[in-house]
Antibody, heavy 121, light 107 residues
Framework: EVQLVESGGALVQPGRSLRLSCAAS????????MHWVRQAPGKGLEWVSG????????AYADSVKGRFTLSRDNAKNSLYLQMNSLRPEDTAFYYC??????????????WGQGTLVTVSS | EIVLTQSPGTLSLSPGERATLSCRAS???????LAWYQQKPGRAPRLLVY???TRATGIPDRFSGSGSGTDFTLTISRLEPEDFAVYYC????????FGGGTKVEIK
């Protein structure tokens, strides 16, 4: 059974940093692209960042480019999102999602339950 | 930059009725990289359809996707009580993007 378990969400002040983690199990992690998608409370879905199976291609939404860094450790079956210079508009549930295949250009076929990041003074 | 517009914003229907949800792209979606997701309150989204018309694993056949280019449709042939939820379309090319969502509510 595929499982994606996010952790690291917290209440943080504007301008501070936070690192989210996603622990994956139930599939061959290094065969698939992975992504983060966020959802502000009561709002729609926003893709944040994605990474191919071998980390050769990493892409970011314009809203987080230059502030967030996505990485993966295939030996640990883990995905990470380093978030710097956080803003109130980054407040959202952050979902770890699995791509349906190894590269970009695949839908997101499994999702974690999300971790809440709140940016407020 | 591509924009996905979903309509209507809210669809009020009764169980057993047919639901037709629209997703329109501001430019052609390459390779029909268009997916539909269902999200229930307090839950993560679930993949329903990808490639515009291919049902994901385990999705009932009352859900069907169609369309190409810039106009796509998700049809639920007969609404079951568990189908009342919010539905999002997504283009999943190099910079994935979601539409604003359509809420299907009980009339």
């Amino acid at each position: 059974e595929v499982q994606l378990v996010e952790s690291g969400g917290a209440l943080v002040q504007p301008g501070r940093s936070l690192r989210l983690s996603c622990a994956a199990s139930g599939f061959t992690f290094d065969d698939y692209a992975m992504h983060w998608v966020r959802q502000a409370p009561g709002k729609g879905l926003e893709w944040v960042s994605g990474i191919t199976w071998n980390s050769a291609t990493i892409a970011y939404a314009d809203s987080v480019k230059g502030r967030f860094t996505l990485s993966r450790d295939n030996a640990k079956n883990s995905l990470y999102l380093q978030m710097n210079s956080l803003r109130p508009e980054d407040t959202a549930f952050y979902y770890c999602t699995k791509g349906r295949d190894y590269g970009s250009g695949s839908p997101f076929d499994f999702w974690g339950q999300g971790t809440l990041v709140t940016v407020s003074s | 930059e591509i924009v996905l517009t979903q309509s209507p914003g809210t669809l009020s229907l009764s169980p057993g009725e047919r639901a037709t949800l629209s997703c329109r792209a501001s430019q052609s979606v390459s390779s029909n990289y268009l997916a539909w997701y269902q999200q229930k309150p307090g839950r993560a989204p679930r993949l329903l359809v990808y490639g515009a018309s291919t049902r994901a694993t385990g999705i009932p056949d009352r859900f069907s996707g169609s369309g190409s280019g810039t106009d796509f449709t998700l049809t639920i042939s007969r609404l079951e009580p568990e189908d009342f939820a919010v539905y999002y379309c997504q283009q999943y090319g190099s910079s994935p993007l979601f539409g604003g969502g359509t809420k299907v509510e009980i009339k």
